[in-house]
């Protein structure tokens, strides 16, 4: 009896290392644990045993079941693997061969540059303003101390709408965003902190200028602000804008009918690989200059009546800056005529991702 | 404005150098443009003689000249006709760079002959155009000696540009005052003694005083008009004013000089009194500049009893100019009003220098003056007799007095400037400064003030109050002196400025670039061709600067259309663009999103899959997922047609919130507006109307509203119905997801399918329902009963259940 189980043992385990798929393996399982298997069978005759015998047999019996058993998972588990590794083998594909595209979209400069100063001057405490471009005289001009025969007039190449019925010239394409100064004066009750981004219009075209293109304005009606508080916002704003601390200013008097006093802002740079980058000290470089990048002042009492308000109680300063020049000084732009052409190269190439959102934490450049 | 360092000492005593004088312009507010020496480019030219000239052995037209240049005689080839020995003209020596073309001399041979340099025209050296032969200097001209030396060409031109409040800064000596407040120097005192004449001025009538309040006028008889002096000649063309005659150039001279246009009439061609008036209408008039003006009574003018020989204070007339023969003339010398001048000269389209100074308001105490300088000038270098002078009318007066706080230097202008400091700037630039007590009464400046009254000088009509003395202060003092002063802020974290309008535009910006569109910005001007599709567009300009930049656009498309084509042009294989701007309609400006796509939407690819164009179906997708960024309630939209002529009229259609509310068009643009842009491939778009979308309702903060997932697991039902060809997809969806809305919480359509099984005129569609149990799971019977309902509800629209 020993003897039939050590050979009946031997003889599975071979049978089951010998077989070659699941197939035979299972005719194994078959002729060993099936109802009519060898080890079935030695197990039905423990019932007809007596105790001692069965004490005896029933170990050995059940152990040679467990051996076995054990034998054929372990055998169908490396038989699985080594099927499952040659179907993997058999699927192999080329991986270096390309994937399908996704469009990359991108933000105008303009846009990115306009979502900028927003957020900088948020933190300056401006809120963002705008006002049509399809504008009238009184708020592009007069308002802002500009009469009829006025010669600043003269160095805005304004386009204007046919005369009215009544032969007044009313309606044109604003020259400048100032006129949101006027309309927010009068719609709103000072203190006043706004910038106002837009498109702007003047009849002028040539290599560096666009019959449209954009500029920002600031504007801060306050009691006891000065001079000083201009020159402080302006250059908190470029440091913050070109996130350099050496932003050097230079303030020139200047002349602009809706600020007194009026100046010139000069930022200064250095040339670097043929582009000007801005910061440093041009007094202080042998390879450096100024660059106009600003027209600001003091807003001009006339400006603040005409508004509603009263110029003994409230004071402020205003200015004016394009965006489109402020783009190119930051990002390296050099001609203007292409921001609005479209072309879906120069999209790509200077354009901005969708998640490239300036924040004050992550920064306000790309 | 420009004039040159010899000029402008001619008014300001200083030693200041070249730098000084240029940082110090700017600083107080004369930019300067540019600083040039026209000495510096005839660096290596020397005045030089000829000693011998012989004919050269190989060509018939060119000589070989002995050239001493005072250190040593050099060989010179030459094919001047007028070189010849004993003349004494300009050599440009080896390494000098002819100002007219940029080449450097060099030692070379000219047909064999060796030459040391070039004898020079007037042409090569940029000093006129003469090139009939090389410059011929006097016989005594110091060989040897640099010829911009001789010639007095170190002489650096400034050119600076003067704001238009600064008038009194169009004349040199305008700018030496403020050279002089600035600290640069003195200002010299100016000689303007009278000049007594003989007998009577010119008669003068003024019927229009209000055009020109004052005219005065002298005679001058026996004048001889040639050239003028070598001085005067100099400095009009260093500064690019061609010299024309003795008394045409004193006038000129004097514009600059003093900022004090003059006119000069030949006083034989005149006749009868001179007259200022109002021009008649359709009155005309040849200027000097030879075109033919034609007047009307808004212009003011001067006239004698043939008609008008002057638009005043713009341009003199033609028939009454000076020339070589004139003998007797009668010297202007008026104020014209500002106002009327710059309503004239815009009528006219005329600009000229006098124009300029009369429309920002010369100085009009300054006639007197004026005057007796002209007519020294004209007497000192044409000889003749001055009469008496006329004086008509009366002189404006200009020039305001303001009480002034010396505290707004710091107040307004942010830098603190003590006020005997800010007493002597004023004063340095010509305002009178008279210190008050707190009567009124003067006091002196030390001996503690309440007010200072200050008079502005007459030639400074720009300033008109407290905010323009303190700018007179700040620019002289230093404006680069202000010190930097914060802004106050709001304790804590800056909170956020962005209107809700803002907020939206760049939510719809950053999803459209993450959808893989480009952002455009395109013209908001399109022409009348682009527009016409659109409904033509509401504004046109009057002056456009192109026919193709002169309607405001009604659409965004036709801007984003030529772009497409540009793109398409330069070669893209595929365009997705958008553009977030506004259109212009009569009513209003409108805020809206524009999207093209354009070219192939899929490249061919190694998969088997081949290039696939863009479908209205891409144009929906991009307008539904727009819409949903912005907060649209996409799942009520409908869609319905009517998108307009602009589109495919099978191809397209528009999402509205209710029957009204458009809130946007998509679909394939209609093939007869891609022709007007030279597009031939298909082109769908989507432009959505930002001010039509429904803010954002209730102001519960951040709160959302109370949620969690349900517990039971949502099961799916197919169905396919029969339906007419005709009836919307859409419709039979919404039909069937309305039919018990407690328990469908979806519906999608998943299959169209016409052919063999269906009959004629009729579709399948197939819809697959999502139920969601709340509380238990649906029994067969709860499913069997919505299964009922949806037949029913899809029956309503004409469909049967397929079996």
């Known amino acids: 009896m020993t003897t039939d189980l050590d050979q009946l043992r031997t003889d599975l385990l071979g049978a089951i290392d010998a077989a070659a798929g699941l197939e035979p393996l299972e005719a194994v399982r078959v002729h060993a644990l ?68 996704v469009a990359a979209g991108s933000v105008h400069p303009v846009s990115q540059v306009m979502d900028e100063l927003a957020e900088i001057f948020a933190d300056l405490g401006f809120t963002v ?111 913050a804008f070109f996130e350099r601390d050496d932003i050097v200013l230079r303030l020139r008097p200047s002349y602009f009918p809706f600020t007194e006093p009026s100046a010139e802002v000069d930022v200064g740079f250095t040339w670097q690989n043929g582009k000007r980058v801005i910061g440093g000290d041009p007094r202080a470089s042998e390879n450096g200059g100024w660059m106009e990048v600003l027209g600001s002042g003091m807003v001009h009492r006339k400006v603040i009546e005409a508004a509603g308000l009263d110029p003994e109680e409230w004071q402020g300063f205003a200015f004016g800056t394009g965006v489109d020049r402020l783009a190119m000084l930051k990002y390296g732009m050099d001609d203007l005529r292409a921001f609005f052409d479209g072309d879906l190269r120069w999209l790509r190439h200077y354009g901005f991702s969708a998640l490239d959102v300036p924040t004050l934490s992550g920064g306000v450049g790309a | ?214 005219y005065y006028g002298q005679t001058v008889s026996g004048v001889t008009n040639g050239a003028s002096p070598d001085w005067m000649q100099r400095r009009l063309k260093a500064i690019g004013q061609r010299p024309i005659s003795a008394l045409v150039d004193i006038t000129n001279y004097v514009m600059i000089d003093l900022g004090r246009p003059l006119h000069v009439y030949d006083k034989a061609k005149l006749s009868g009194a001179l007259t200022v008036r109002k021009a008649r209408a359709g009155e005309q008039v040849l200027a000097l500049n030879e075109k033919t003006y034609t007047l009307d009574e808004t212009i003011t003018v001067i006239a004698d009893a043939n008609g008008v020989h002057d638009i005043g204070g713009i341009m003199g007339g033609e028939d009454t100019g000076v020339s070589e023969t004139t003998t007797d003339v009668v010297i202007e010398c008026a104020f014209f009003d500002p106002d009327h001048i710059a309503r004239a000269g815009q009528k006219l389209n005329l600009t000229s220098d006098a124009r300029s100074r009369f429309e920002r308001g010369v100085d009009p105490a300054f006639l007197e003056d004026g005057i007796a300088i002209a007519t020294r000038l004209v007497l000192a270098l044409c000889g003749g007799t001055a009469s008496a002078v006329t004086r008509a009318g009366k002189l404006p007066h200009v020039g305001i007095t303001t009480g002034y706080d010396p505290r707004l230097a710091e107040t307004l202008g942010g830098l603190a400037v003590p006020a005997a400091r800010q007493v002597e700037i ?29 008079t502005a000088p007459s030639w400074r009509r720009d300033v008109d109050g407290p905010a323009d003395l303190v700018e007179e202060v700040i620019r002289i003092a230093g404006i680069d002196n202000v010190p930097s002063t ?75 259309l030529g772009a497409v084509e540009r793109n398409l042009k330069r070669g893209a294989p595929s365009v997705r663009l958008f553009e ?141 119905f029969l339906v007419p060809d005709s009836l919307a997809a859409g419709d039979l969806v919404r039909a069937v997801k309305g039919a ?18 269906v009959p004629e005129g009729q579709k399948s569609l197939a819809i697959e329902i999502t139920l969601q149990p709340g509380e238990k799971s649906f029994t067969d019977e709860a499913l069997k009963a919505i299964a009922d309902k949806v037949v029913a509800a899809a029956a309503k629209l004409g469909a049967a259940l397929r079996g």
């Open chain 1, 129 to 239: 303003a705008t006002g049509p471009e399809i504008e009238d005289d009184w708020h592009n001009f007069t308002a802002l101390n500009i009469p009829e025969t006025h010669p600043a007039r003269a160095m805005h190449d304004t386009f204007y709408f046919p005369r009215e019925a009544d032969g007044s010239q009313k309606y044109l394409l604003r020259t400048h965003t100032s006129p949101v100064q006027i309309r927010t004066m009068m719609a709103d009750k000072p203190p006043i902190r706004i910038i106002a981004p837009g498109r702007v219009y003047r009849s002028d075209s040539d290599a560096t200028h666009t019959p449209m293109f954009h500029q920002i304005e600031g504007l801060v009606i306050d009691k006891g602000i000065t001079l000083g508080h201009l020159k402080w916002t302006l250059e908190t704003f470029l440091k």
């Open chain 2, 1 to 214: 404005m420009k004039f040159t360092l010899s000029w402008l000492k001619e008014h300001l005593d200083t030693d200041a150098s070249l730098t000084d004088i240029e940082e110090a312009l700017t600083r107080v507010g004369l930019e300067v443009e540019g600083v040039e020496n026209p000495g510096e480019k005839l660096n290596g030219f020397r005045v030089a003689k000829v000693l011998t000239a012989e004919r050269h052995p190989q060509a018939d037209k060119l000589q070989v000249l002995t050239v001493d240049t005072g250190a040593q005689v050099l060989q010179v080839v030459c094919g001047a006709p007028n070189a010849r020995a004993g003349l004494v003209g300009v050599l440009g020596t080896p390494g000098a760079v002819v100002p007219a073309n940029g080449m450097a001399l060099k030692i070379a041979a000219v047909r064999g002959v060796e030459s040391n340099g070039m004898m020079c025209s007037t042409r090569e050296l940029e000093l006129g155009d003469d090139h009939d032969g090389i410059i011929e200097l006097p016989a005594d001209a110091p060989v040897g000696a640099a010829f911009a030396d001789y010639a007095d060409l170190n002489d650096p031109v400034f050119d600076i540009s003067i704001t238009p409040n600064r008038q009194d800064c169009m004349g040199v000596r305008g700018i030496a005052r403020d050279l002089a407040a600035a600290g640069l120097g003195t200002l010299k005192p100016l000689d303007a003694e009278p000049v007594a004449g003989e007998g009577a001025g010119p008669e003068v009538k003024i019927e229009a005083p209000e055009g020109c309040p004052a």
């Open chain 2, 426 to 454: 004023l004063e340095s630039l010509g305002f009178t400064v008279q210190p008050l007590d707190g009567n009124g009464d003067p006091v002196d400046l030390d001996r503690g003030f309440d007010m200072l009254r200050v």
């Open chain 2, 740 to 757: 018990d809305k407690a328990a469908i919480v979806d519906a999608r359509l998943f299959d169209v399918f016409t052919g063999t099984g």
């Open chain 2, 580 to 720: 977030l701007g506004r259109r212009y309609l009569a009513e209003a400006e409108r805020p809206t999103l524009g999207v093209l796509l354009a070219g192939a939407k899929r490249p061919r690819g190694w998969q088997g899959v081949k290039a696939q164009s863009f479908t209205a179906f891409d144009a929906k997708a991009e307008a539904l997922a727009l819409l949903e960024a912005a907060g649209a309630p996409v799942a009520n939209l409908q869609v319905m047609g009517e998108a307009g002529d602009v589109w495919h009229p099978g191809q397209s259609a528009t999402l509205r919130l209710g029957p009204k509310t458009v809130l946007a068009a998509f679909g394939m643009v209609h093939p007869s507006v891609l022709k007007a842009f030279d597009l031939d491939g298909d082109v769908a778009a989507v432009e959505l109307y930002l001010d039509a979308l429904p803010g954002k309702r209730g102001g519960t903060g951040f709160m959302r509203t109370a949620y969690t997932p349900p517990a039971l697991q949502a099961v799916t039902r197919d169905f396919a």
């Open chain 1, 34 to 101: 099936g109802k009519q298997g060898a080890i079935t069978g030695l197990l039905k005759t423990l019932g007809g045993m007596s105790p001692e015998a069965r004490q005896e047999q029933g170990p050995r019996i059940h152990g040679l079941r467990e051996a076995v058993t054990e034998a054929l998972a372990a055998r169908k588990a490396a038989l699985e693997k080594a099927a499952l590794d040659a179907r993997l083998a058999s699927e192999t594909l080329d991986m270096t061969l390309p994937v399908d595209g």
């Open chain 2, 486 to 560: 914060p802004l106050s802020r709001l304790p804590g974290v800056a909170r956020p400025t962005a209107t809700p309008e803002q907020k939206l535009e760049r939510k719809l910006r950053r999803t459209a670039a993450a959808r893989g569109l480009n952002e455009a910005v395109t013209w908001s001007f399109v022409s009348e061709a682009e527009a016409a599709p659109f409904g033509d567009g509401a504004w046109t300009l009057a002056n456009p600067i192109s026919e193709d930049m002169k309607v405001m656009r009604p659409s965004l498309l036709p801007g984003l």
